[in-house]
């Protein structure tokens, strides 16, 4: 795994499967501990999973750098040869979450994470690189 996360409660622990491509939750009430995929599907593959799709269904590429909203309720992560930062909108209720692109067109940007693309415009027009390392609360 290449990212933690926990929920604002800190029952559940979130993680980047990052070389199987998914994002992984684990109850840490349960006893014993399983664990649910909750985003992606076991292999890698260019971007698919259009704004407020299901979750389970998209292509990750490398997801890491997991960081969780409790305002918002959401799980944000970089899915880093998709060149995007992906947000998994959590549903507790029916497990039904939702994924969109909260930043990235898709295209690898220079080495520092950001170029002149994004600077100033929209977040879903910046072009972003592999090399993003962590998110900070």
Do not use: C, W
Request: neutral net charge; hydrophobic residues 35%; without cysteine.
């Amino acid at each position: 795994p290449e990212g933690l996360a926990f929920d604002q409660d800190n029952r559940i622990l979130y993680y980047s499967d990052t070389n199987n491509h998914i994002i992984r939750k684990v109850n840490l009430t349960e006893n014993p501990r399983r664990v649910f995929t909750i985003a992606g599907r076991n292999r890698t593959g260019s971007f698919f999973g259009e704004n407020n799709s299901n979750a389970s269904l998209a292509l990750l590429n490398f997801p890491k750098n997991l960081f969780f909203s409790s305002i918002q309720n959401s799980l944000y992560f970089f899915d880093s040869l998709n060149y995007r930062i992906r947000k998994i909108n959590i549903n507790y209720l029916n497990n039904n979450n939702t994924i969109s692109t909260f930043m990235g067109n898709g295209t690898n940007g220079n080495s520092n994470g950001f170029d002149e693309l994004g600077d100033g415009g929209l977040a879903i027009n910046a072009t972003t690189s592999s090399n993003i390392h962590s998110f900070a609360e």
